[in-house]
């Protein structure tokens, strides 16, 4: 409790301007998700504007701290909407997502190899830092290998059922094609990349809004740490569990026990509580909820997705 009231008291002396600045990190960061949406669906020829690619990522974030779905709700929510906005084949738009976050596994496997050096070179070297290293390198290559077939096998099941996941005109995306179209890859990783560096610079703005002014290379860490905290999330957005856990890697990090609870209260605040807030709003005011309860009343009604 003492820590808890000290932290609480870190928050209301700092800094503003760093706060709001670490606020539009944040929201640049939402911007590149958009961006990177919207670049590997036109290369798939399905079009979706911008505003509608935002919106998109503001109901995936919406949907992830409001249910207990480890992240998965929100991929879907984000899929069903550009669904119902394009009438794109919905196994199209998946695989299309699929890529994405592939994509994201080379910055996440560079910033685990840092945080593996680091943790080399103070003699402690963590379990989690080198199941970080090893989850996304697995990630990728499973990913590649058996998405096609998986993909292909779910579509017989579900035209055995009556349901429509491609459109009669259109081809099933594969994703090892998508994967050898180098100059997209390259585009998709570069700009995972600097989500991942602005979700670092992130951290470390917080850090120094609070007086932690710590070197560069532990706001490394603690994204990584942050990343595998919230595979194990299983509470609504990773209440409890990641506030916790992201309180435990900063002190661990050797930031004070007041610094830690303060850094984790403003970056909830943000990611957690803002972010759902805009999220929502964003949603409400470009039709996302509409068209997702559309999708889902017909599919319950149908079993199918309308051609």
């Known amino acids: 409790m003492k820590y808890i009231i000290e932290g609480i008291a870190t928050i ?20 590149l998700y958009a961006l990177r949406l919207k670049i590997i669906l036109k290369n798939i020829y399905i079009k979706i504007s911008i505003l509608d690619a935002i919106t ?26 550009v669904y119902a ?47 970080a290293v090893m989850l996304p390198v697995l990630g990728i290559i499973l990913g590649i290998k058996y998405w096609d077939k998986f993909m292909e096998y779910l579509l017989r099941k579900s035209e055995e059922r ?10 099933l995306t594969s994703l090892k094609e ?20 602005l979700d670092v610079l992130r951290l470390y703005i917080i850090g120094l809004s609070v007086g932690w002014h710590a070197p560069l290379f532990k706001f490394m860490l603690l994204s990584v740490f942050y990343l595998i905290i919230g595979l194990f999330a299983i509470t609504p957005g990773g209440l409890g569990i990641v506030g916790g856990g992201l309180t435990a890697a900063l002190v661990a990090l050797g930031a004070p026990a007041n610094k830690a609870i303060a850094i984790t209260i403003i970056e909830r605040l943000i990611s957690y509580g803002i972010a759902t807030l805009i999220g929502g709003v964003v949603a409400t005011l470009t039709g996302g909820w509409q068209a997702w309860k559309l999708l889902r009343l017909r599919w319950r009604r149908t079993g ?4």
């Open 85 to 131: 906005k394009t009438k794109a084949s919905l196994a199209n738009i998946i695989t299309a997502i699929v890529f994405e976050r592939l994509s994201e596994a080379f910055p996440i496997t560079a910033l685990a190899l840092i945080a593996f050096y680091a943790t080399l070179i103070s003699h402690r070297v963590s379990i989690y830092v080198i199941a």
């Open 162 to 171: 009556g349901l429509t996941l491609i459109n009669e005109e259109e081809e």
């Open 56 to 81: 998109a990522q503001f109901l995936t974030i919406t949907v992830n701290n409001l249910t207990p779905s480890a992240k998965t709700g929100g991929e879907l929510a984000r899929a069903a909407y």
């Open 304 to 307: 199918s997705t309308p051609k």
């Open 12 to 31: 209301r002396s700092a800094n503003l301007y760093y706060f709001l600045i670490a606020l539009a990190v944040y929201l640049l960061s939402v911007l």
């Open 178 to 197: 998508m994967m050898r179209n180098y100059k997209l890859l390259l585009l998709a990783i570069g700009l995972s990349s600097c989500v991942w560096a």
